[in-house]
């Protein structure tokens, strides 16, 4: 069993779909962090959060510690959101990724 | 510009060929980062340098993988003799401090192995 696991695996949409992706872990973490992967590689942070929720445009993050679970959430998605999107725990001494999710929107 | 950068961006080698992989983190920061990611999966940490110190290896999969950070900036990510299953995205990245602080990603160098 991985110790970061991210469902759905894959996710389709509509413009204007609200969005919903979802990470569980199983190890003791100080933060987390939600990751954006464009085609070509290149990643980008848009959250680390170690409680709560995290607010940035269309973006929401929230993190329940002692469920282990996260969840980012994104409103009104746009078709330039489609990207892989992956969590990544901060454990004691690396981080540790989730296999990502692919979210494609349509138009 | 100010983010990390990693050159090449893409690299064919047949294989038993050494690579080296280059990537410059943010000016300024302590800390860099290496980690392997194979096709559809989540990024695998490799190593860990502060400084020039480094001080993490555990993630190099064989002793082909060496990495190094010399003077506490550049650092290069060597793989000698190369093997197809070496096929993946390197990615390297920075924080300003240590390990706790937000990492900051390059684009990632594609190494194809023939």
């Known amino acids: 069993k991985n110790e970061v696991e991210q469902s759905p695996q894959n996710l389709t949409a509509q413009e204007g779909e609200f969005i919903t992706i979802n990470c569980s872990y199983s190890?003791?973490?100080?933060?987390l962090h939600w990751l954006q992967q464009h085609p070509g590689g290149g990643i980008v942070s848009l959250f680390m959060l170690s409680s709560g929720k995290k607010k940035h445009g269309r973006l929401i993050a929230t993190i329940n510690i002692q469920e282990k679970h996260s969840s980012l959430h994104i409103t009104a998605s746009h078709p330039r959101d489609s990207a892989v999107y992956i969590c990544a725990v901060k454990g004691t001494d690396k981080l540790i990724f989730g296999t990502g999710t692919r979210l494609q929107v349509f138009p | 510009g100010a983010g990390v950068s990693q050159s090449p961006r893409y690299k064919v080698a047949k294989r038993g060929q050494d690579v080296a992989l280059r990537c410059d983190p943010i000016s300024g920061h302590v800390s860099l980062f290496w980690y392997q990611q194979a096709l559809g999966q989540g990024p695998e940490f490799l190593t860990y340098f502060q400084n020039e110190a480094q001080l993490d290896k555990s993630g190099l999969p064989s002793d082909r993988f060496f990495a190094e950070r010399p003077e506490g900036s550049v650092s290069t990510l060597k793989i000698q003799r190369t093997q197809q299953e070496d096929s993946a995205v390197y990615l390297c990245?920075?924080?300003?401090?240590?390990?706790?602080?937000?990492?900051?990603f390059g684009p990632g160098t594609r190494l194809t192995v023939l």
């Open positions: 190890v003791g973490i100080s933060a």
């Open positions: 990245a920075s924080s300003l401090l240590d390990y706790y602080n937000e990492q900051f």
